[in-house]
């Protein structure tokens, strides 16, 4: 498909995903242009990415933003958290989080969506937001439409 001419919004990004992701099996491929689009769709945000799940740990995989930690082990932060659980965790204040790691100090916000293939965990997508409260059930609802996007193109 044709790069965007324009800007794109959050109301943009499950659609897009869906487009970028239409002829692309390849999962490193569509997590590296998944990171791109959210990155550039969501307003607010200075990380967004995925962990791959790799041999009991997460490592880091296709992203947008700064220099991050490599190696995240299950229960560690929000993203070994959500690992564990695999569920969502939308947290508003990461300082507030036990354990919670700061790769970036800018870091006030984030939300962890768990990448499930049947039972099978892959790995996670993160995003991070400056601001405080940066998240809502909306945001939820688009990043776990875009994982499910993801696994979708996965073959079985
Ligand atoms: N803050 C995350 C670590 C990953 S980075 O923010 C990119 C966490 O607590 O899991």
């Not at 800007?7 to 791109?36: H, Y």
């Not at 082990?73 to 919670?100: K, S």
């Amino acid at each position: 498909m044709q790069a965007p001419t324009h800007r794109i919004g959050p109301e943009d990004l499950v659609p897009m995903v869906a487009a970028t992701l239409a002829d692309e099996t390849d999962l490193i491929a569509n997590m590296a242009n998944i990171a791109a689009l959210v990155f550039e769709a969501l307003p607010d945000i200075n990380w967004a990415g995925f962990y791959l799940w790799k041999e009991g740990m997460l490592v880091l995989g296709p992203f947008q933003g700064r220099v991050a930690c490599t190696r995240i082990a299950p229960g560690r932060g929000v993203c070994g958290t959500v690992a564990q659980e695999r569920r969502t965790r939308l947290v508003p204040d990461v300082h507030a989080f036990p354990g919670h790691i700061a790769c970036d100090a800018a870091s006030a916000a984030e939300i962890v969506v768990p990448v499930l293939h049947g039972e099978r965990l892959v790995g996670v997508l993160d995003v991070d937001s400056p601001r405080l409260n940066r998240f809502t059930l909306v945001d939820q609802n688009r990043l776990e439409q875009v994982v499910a996007l993801l696994v979708a193109r996965m073959t079985p």
